[in-house]
T-cell receptor, first 113, second 111 residues
């Protein structure tokens, strides 16, 4: 079953605007990661936030994590046409043998000129 | 791309035939993963490996087997392909920082 669920499923904004995507999950996690996927390509890691962190920044990206609400958000500021892609959150649980990532269904972001 | 290649990149096969997909890495990472991606489901974990000859099942492992005889190669086999296994398959490696790096994917069509 899906651990992370993104909201909205699709988002269309104009260049220069901010884009916010949300992710909700169900169980305890070790960390949460956000990935980006351009059409027809593999996923690219954007940012990792650990369960004991509340906010993290990387360039134009800002991620928050609220473990009490089991939710995270990804904010892309000053969006560009090149940000057009699908964005996925992935919750991470470390088992005895490996880290298991469970992905949500993604948010499709369209940035228009 | 963290030195990950997948082969083949595209494959069309018929129901009932065996299919093997290969994932190759050049950086000797211990952990490797196979996912499938389908519309409306995101990525789902099929199998993963935590070392040579050490593998375990993921969320959707039925109908799939894996093997890892060398650090650099992780093979995914569909024993008898079905139309429900039509999908895009991604291999990933994990670094020590818990980040996963993905290969370019293999598009598989089972007729």
């Amino acid at each position: 079953s899906q651990q992370g669920e993104e909201d909205p499923q699709a988002l269309s904004i104009q260049e220069g605007e901010n884009a916010t995507m949300n992710c909700s999950y169900k169980t305890s996690i070790n960390n949460l990661q956000w990935y980006r996927q351009n059409s027809g390509r593999g996923l690219v890691h954007l940012i990792l936030i650990r369960s004991n962190e509340r906010e993290k920044h990387s360039g134009r990206l800002r991620v928050t994590l609220d473990t009490s609400k089991k939710s995270s958000s990804l904010l892309i500021t000053a969006s560009r046409a090149a940000d057009t892609a699908s964005y996925f959150c992935a919750t991470v649980v470390n088992t005895g043998t490996a880290s298991k990532l469970t992905f949500g269904t993604g948010t499709r972001l369209q940035v228009t000129l | 791309d963290a030195g990950i290649t997948q082969s083949p990149r595209h494959k069309v096969t018929e129901t009932g035939t065996p299919v093997t997909l290969r994932c190759h890495q050049t950086e000797n990472h211990r952990y490797m993963y196979w996912y499938r991606q389908d519309p409306g489901h995101g990525l789902r974990l099929i199998h993963y490996s935590y070392g040579v000859k050490d593998t375990d099942k993921g969320e959707v492992s039925d109908g799939y087997s894996v093997s890892r005889s060398k650090t650099e190669d992780f093979l995914l086999t569909l024993e008898s392909a079905t139309s429900s296994q039509t999908s895009v398959y991604f291999c990933a490696i994990q670094t020590s920082g818990e980040t996963q790096y993905f290969g370019p994917g293999t598009r598989l069509l089972v007729l």
